[in-house]
């Protein structure tokens, strides 16, 4: 069982609609959680982060945190073609600066 | 503020070759952590640094090093170079060990022929 696990897609969306993108991990010991996104041939950039519970939403995006299903979610509202990348979910232990990724879920969104 | 800075951005090198990366980290950031991202193993973890002390490394053979200055900056080395080490490695930066987010690097493309 990979430690972070997401799924590769592509996911399609048409523009302005909610695109979910979705991420469990296996260490209950994980702390912080982070999404980044990454466009081709450039580096990850980050975009949300999550250390409690529930929703925590900036702008267009909410990352939902359920520590007791060991699942984080990445919602995107009102969708744009620029938003069309691959989105890396991270997970951090307590007291380490050691991010553990999964392989990434490309979206696609269609104008 | 300037971001994470990368040097060289591009590099090829021949088998058996080493070579030397650097990475100079936000301003008052004091951890620097490298990852290697390839197509087929995605972002993989090397090695974190912290206060010029090496605080964690991934499972990466020992051929693979790095160090940090007292000014934060790092470097990493890879010696005896093979063809699979052709990657993007990929410098973050974060103000402290922990809960904090960390800030990528444009990254160097490390090519070996």
């Known amino acids: 069982q990979k430690e972070v696990e997401q799924n590769s897609g592509p996911l399609s969306v048409p523009e302005g609609a909610i695109a979910s993108l979705n991420c469990t991990y296996s260490?209950?010991?994980?702390?912080?959680f982070f999404w980044y996104r990454q466009y081709s041939g450039k580096s990850p950039e980050l975009i949300m982060f999550?250390?409690?519970?529930g929703d925590k939403e900036d702008g267009r995006f909410t990352a939902q945190l359920n520590k007791a299903s060991q699942y984080v979610s990445l919602l995107i509202r009102d969708s744009q073609p620029s938003d069309s990348a691959t989105y890396l979910c991270?997970?951090?232990?307590?007291?380490?600066?050691?991010?553990?990724f999964g392989t990434g879920t490309r979206l696609l969104v269609s104008p | 503020k300037a971001g994470v800075t990368q040097t060289p951005r591009y590099l090829i090198k021949t088998r058996g070759q080493q070579v030397t990366l650097s990475c100079s980290p936000i301003?008052?950031?004091?951890?620097v952590s490298w990852y290697q991202q390839t197509p087929g193993q995605g972002l993989q973890f090397l090695f974190e640094y912290f206060s010029e002390t090496q605080r964690n490394k991934g499972n990466f053979p020992g051929r693979f090093s790095g160090r940090q200055f007292s000014n934060s900056r790092s470097e990493m080395n890879v010696s005896t170079l093979e063809l699979g080490d052709s990657a993007l490695y990929l410098c973050a930066s974060s103000a402290d060990r922990g809960e904090t987010e960390a800030f990528f690097g444009q990254g160097t493309r490390l090519t070996v022929v």
């Open positions: 991270a997970v951090n232990r307590a007291g380490f600066q050691k991010l553990v």
């Open positions: 260490d209950r010991g994980s702390q912080s």
């Open positions: 999550i250390y409690s519970n």
């Open positions: 301003s008052g950031h004091r951890s």
